[in-house]
C-alpha cells in the first residue's frame, strides 16, 4: 500500500492510498479518514461506496462527512468503483464499465477478469484495512450512494453479522427492476435473472435476508427516482419481509453531492449510536 | 443575470448564476447559498473570496459552509477571481492573469481593461446582490482565503462601516513583502511600490485604516506560510495599529479545502454573532 496524500482536516487525517489488488488485477485507490486519536486506540469503520461515474474522490471532496466522523471517532473508508487503467476493457457509456463496476464479480468475458469489485470490497479490502489501519473491524457500518446504495445494502444482506449498522442515499433498490440495473448484471452476469438476485436487494430480503435496521434518504426531486432508484420497491420489500426501516423522502432534493452533504452527519450519527463499543 | 443552476442543498439552496459585468467587460459567474427563509425575510450576507486558481466553484464544493449558513440565516456569495474568456489577456503563470485577479483594479496594458476585479466587488456585484436577493446590506461581512484572504482584509480596510465583521483563512497579508503580491501588484499596477498600500492590509493599518475586529486561521503546515503568507506582518500590523485581532494558527493544516472546511464553521458562527440585528 501506498501514501497518494495525506491532509489534516477536521482534526483528523484524509488520507489517499494506492494498492495493488489480487482481485481486480489493477492498481485501486482509496481514501480513508482517521480521525486524532490515543495512540493504542481503535476505531469503528464506516464503509462508503459510491455512485455511477464517481471514484474514491466525489465524497472525499464534497462529501462533509469529517466533522461528524471526528466528532463519534469514526474512520471512513472510501473506496472506488470499478478497476481502472487502460488494460482495463472498457464501455463508452458512463453506467457500464469503468467507473460502473456494480459492486458484483463479472462471470461474462471480457468483463470477469477484472470486474471484482464484490470480492474486493468484501473481502480483499478489509483484509487490508484491518492490517494498516487502526480499526476495530468488529464495529462496522456501511453506507452508500445510488449504485453504492445498492452496494452497501446488497453486501450487508449477504454478510448477515458483519455490519452492526446500514444506511444508504438514494440507492439502486432493485437492479432487476430497473435500465441501470438490467444492463450492467445482463452485461457482467448474463441472461440468467436468477443470477441477478444476489445483487438486488429487494430480492434478498423477499429470498429471506436481513439487516439490523436500515436509515434511507432519498431525494424527492431526483431525476433517477421514477425509472432507476424506484424506493417504493424497497419499502414494500421490508414491509413484507418485517425488516425495521426508516425511510425518507426528502423535498426538493436532487440526486447530487448537494443532497448527501446535508444528510451525511445524520447519517453518521446513526450509525455511531450502533457502533458504539 | 442568469441562473446556471439550483440545487437544493443543507435547508436552503445553493444557485450558480451569470451577468454581464461593465467593469469586467465580460460574462462573470458567482455562487449564492440562500437559507431557506420567510417569504418577506431579509438575511445578512457573507462574502466569500477565493484564491489563486480558483472559481466560483471551489468553495462551493469544498468549503462546508451551508450547515452553518442556514443555521445562522445567512447568505453566502462565492465570486469568480478574475475575468475570463478568450477575449481576455492572460498569462501562462497560475500565479498572473486568468484566476489571479489579486482584487484590484489593474492600471498597466493590457489587463486594465478587464481587470477590475477591486470595483466589480466592491460596486458592482454588491449592487446586483441588493437587487435580486433577499438580502439585508446594512448586515454585510467578508472572508476569504490565500489572495481572497488579502481580498477581503483590504476591501473591508478600505471601506470603514461597511463590513461589520472580517476574517480570513491563510491570507495573503502583505503583498508589498512577497513574491506572489509583487509580481501581480506590479505586472497590474506597475512600479510605482506607493501606489501599490491600497492593496496591502498590512500597509493600510500602518496607514490608518482599522477593521471592527479581525479573525484568521492559518495552517501551520502550510507550505506557503514562510515565503508569501507571512502571518507575523500581520500580526506585526495589528499589535503597532492597536487592531483588535484574534489571529490563531492551526498546527498541521495546510493551504487547502481540508484545512478551510474544518474551521469554516467556526467563522461562520464569529460573523453571525456580529451580524445579528
Not at 481502472?84 to 460502473?100: I, T
Not at 480499526?135 to 446488497?154: E, K, N, P, Y
Request: with cysteine.
Amino acid at each position: 500500500m501506498e501514501q497518494v496524500s495525506s491532509n489534516k482536516s477536521h482534526f483528523g487525517t484524509q488520507g489517499v492510498y494506492t494498492h495493488q489488488s489480487a482481485e481486480t488485477g489493477t492498481a485501486m485507490t482509496f481514501s480513508v479518514f482517521v480521525p486524532d486519536h490515543a495512540e493504542s486506540a481503535t476505531m469503528p469503520v464506516l464503509w462508503y461506496l459510491s455512485g455511477l461515474t464517481c471514484t474514491h474522490a466525489n465524497v472525499t471532496e464534497k462529501g462533509e462527512f469529517r466533522a461528524a466522523c471526528a466528532e463519534h471517532g469514526i474512520i471512513l473508508i472510501a473506496p472506488d468503483t470499478s478497476p481502472r487503467g487502460d488494460d482495463v476493457p472498457d464501455d463508452e457509456a458512463y453506467d457500464f464499465g469503468k467507473g460502473a463496476g456494480f459492486y458484483v464479480d463479472a462471470t461474462r468475458s471480457p468483463w470477469a477478469a477484472n470486474f471484482r469489485m464484490r470480492s474486493y470490497i468484501e473481502r480483499e479490502l478489509p483484509a487490508l484495512i484491518a492490517e494498516e489501519f487502526p480499526v476495530d473491524m468488529g464495529r462496522q457500518g456501511i453506507t452508500g450512494h445510488s449504485m453504492g446504495g445498492h452496494g452497501a445494502l446488497t453486501i450487508a444482506l449477504r454478510n448477515p453479522g458483519r455490519f452492526r449498522s446500514v444506511s444508504a442515499f438514494a440507492p439502486i433498490v432493485s437492479p432487476l427492476n430497473c435500465p441501470w440495473g438490467e444492463k450492467a448484471l445482463a452485461g457482467y452476469l448474463g441472461a440468467d435473472r436468477m443470477a441477478w438476485r444476489e445483487y438486488d436487494a429487494c430480492a434478498l430480503l423477499e429470498d429471506g435476508a436481513r439487516l439490523p435496521d436500515l436509515l434511507v434518504d432519498q431525494g424527492g426531486a431526483d431525476t433517477f427516482l421514477d425509472e432507476q432508484l424506484k424506493t417504493s420497491l424497497l419499502q414494500e420489500a421490508c414491509s413484507k419481509a418485517g425488516q425495521p426501516a426508516m425511510i425518507r423522502m426528502q423535498p426538493g432534493y436532487d440526486h447530487s453531492y448537494y443532497f448527501i452533504s446535508t444528510f451525511m452527519a445524520q447519517h453518521i450519527a446513526w450509525h455511531a449510536t450502533r457502533l458504539k463499543d
